[in-house]
């Protein structure tokens, strides 16, 4: 077959991104998904911030974000129950006692509470067997009024935590972590059925502040299946140009510095200074680790992997940690709840 | 938890590197994949060649590595068939009479026969329907005597691919593009059972010729399902730190000039100039376009994405097109087929 030649071929694409026949709001829209439950959206409006200036990045607000869209979710939700009776329902899975993972169990319930999900625990003990585990995973499976199954990570060791993952129903896989959700997330054309609740909400907050991600330098550190490889694939499904750094990677400040957009995902604080920035960034701090900290009550605080005190005279938008990511991280598995019971139930704000 | 510092994160990894506990050549190995149906490794040698001049690249030859490795796989499969009076059997759907896809099936069909692979091509007109597609892939996944089913792409427009990709019996994908292999691909610590075929020949290319991935940067140009992409994610799996550009990349030759090594996918024509290059690096061309030839005897001839003689002055090591990866993807969907049929009567070489 005879191809145009380069420049025709180069061209052409820059006419229809200059036509902005695709921008990175209708981007969802125009894909050929056949049951699109990632396309919901949440974003009556655009929050407007100061524009960029030397001295001080505007700071992104995630509680807002979030509250925003757990009060669509609560009507939304309120209205399935007025018109089928029936509401969205969250199963979790949670082995052993750890601190982190009792105190996320704890805030995601809450958060189901807040806008209607009904939620359930399962607690099984530190040392449960891998067949118990899977024999949870598939009652929730099988049961009807459960629309969505998440298993708090990290699973003890002796657990195969791909085998857990893999059992999930992929119809239910809210947290977007089974292999064909990823996959179709990777896939150039194709639309997973759920996408990881963080790099959902790293897009969120980007569509919120009115950042424009199509044809945009984006730097991801950390490849995390939970959060840094899928942020990774779904800025290129918004035609970000992405870079991947990792522990591997050699003087990574050379690439970060070239960033429009920069995600950190490796828990490590203080990784990202201020010379890796370049100035009019927008910093998506992932991160999140606990540190000491002699003034705070308890003697710990939660910190991210940018230096945001340096950072925040670089960037032009920047997430804190706590407060950024994490809360609109929580709100999306609220969104991929309600969205899987809505296809369950095949209903629609509308029917 | 507490973690620790950056320097600390960084300099660990840093001295894993150095300590070459992981190395290109042995990644794979220690992959803690249940069935690593990828980690054959036909590689007796790496192939020396003249080092780097400012003058002229080194020219991979492509036919030389497929060769070596068809004689590998014909001693295994003759190994097979002595052993336990079976050989791997290749399913080819066929659909229509694109003269570019009867070319490669042809091409596929004889390389099955000179390693011993028994090979059915399922031919399936223009206008089949769907269900007509769906029961052919249903009943090659049924077939015992076939380990390996390949859809010949693209199929004709009234016709979901993804539907019937997704169709293959994962364990007979032997093109990788079940969102299942591609999701395991691309998540960090899974394997997939198959790789798409040009990317596992690209770094078969890469390791033949000696060309350590571990740290380099890498650049791939085109993101398709076939190539582009799974070419990204193993180039990031075997820990290159990966920037992938696209038709909305602004001044793509500016991340381009800073590949180690470049791999483009895009079957434009004189698309990568020599200016785009950086000095010394290592150029995998994967396009392939038919253009206009007066020369040649049909008047026309297969071309690459890269102006070869600017870029053979730039380069170390360079694939021609033809002549480079396209003998080595063939001969990667042999060594899946074997691998499935291997799986399949769970026989080894040593068993």
Not at 74 to 92: D, F, H, W, Y
Not at 176 to 181: D, E, L, Q, S, T
Not at 225 to 233: A, E, N
Request: hydrophobic fraction near 40%; include cysteine.
């Amino acid at each position: 077959m005879m191809k145009a030649g380069r420049g025709v071929y180069w061209r052409r694409r820059r006419l229809m991104c200059n036509k902005s026949l695709l921008t990175s709001q209708n981007l969802l829209l125009l894909k050929s998904s056949p049951r699109p439950l990632n396309c919901v959206d949440h974003r009556p409006h655009v929050i407007t911030h100061a524009p960029y200036n030397e001295y001080k990045a505007t700071e992104i607000d995630g509680k807002l974000i979030a509250n925003d869209i757990k009060a669509t979710l609560a009507t939304e939700v309120c209205n399935m129950r007025s018109s089928i009776q029936k509401v969205p329902g969250l199963g979790v899975i949670l082995v052993g006692k750890r601190e982190d993972s009792l105190s996320f169990v704890r805030i995601k319930k809450k958060a189901c509470d807040k806008v209607g999900i009904a939620s359930v625990v399962l607690e099984l003990p530190e040392d449960c067997t891998q067949v118990e585990i899977l024999n949870a995973v598939e009652m929730l499976n099988h049961k009807e009024s459960i629309h969505g199954i998440l298993v708090q990570l990290p699973l003890p060791s002796h657990l195969s935590e791909e085998k857990i993952l893999n059992a999930v129903n992929v119809e239910k896989d809210v947290d977007g972590f089974h292999p064909v959700n990823m996959g179709n997330l990777a896939m150039t054309g194709r639309e997973p059925l759920f996408t990881p609740c963080a790099s959902r909400a790293c897009i969120e907050v980007l569509h919120r502040y009115g950042v424009e991600i199509i044809g945009k330098k984006a730097v991801v550190i950390g490849r995390s299946m939970i959060t840094g490889l899928p942020t990774s694939l779904l800025l290129q499904k918004h035609h970000a140009t992405v870079s991947v750094v990792h522990a591997f990677t050699s003087n990574p400040e050379h690439i970060t510095h070239e960033a429009d957009i920069l995600v950190s995902d490796v828990s490590v604080p203080n990784l990202v200074r201020g010379h890796w920035l370049k100035p009019g960034v927008v910093v998506i701090d992932m991160g999140s680790t606990l540190v000491k900290d002699n003034n705070s009550s308890n003697g710990t605080r939660v910190t991210g992997d940018v230096c945001y005190d340096e950072a925040i005279l670089k960037a032009s938008l920047i997430t804190p940690v706590p407060g950024g990511v994490g809360p609109v991280t929580i709100s999306m598995l609220l969104s991929n709840t309600v969205e899987a019971a809505k296809h369950a139930y095949q209903w629609t704000e509308q029917s």
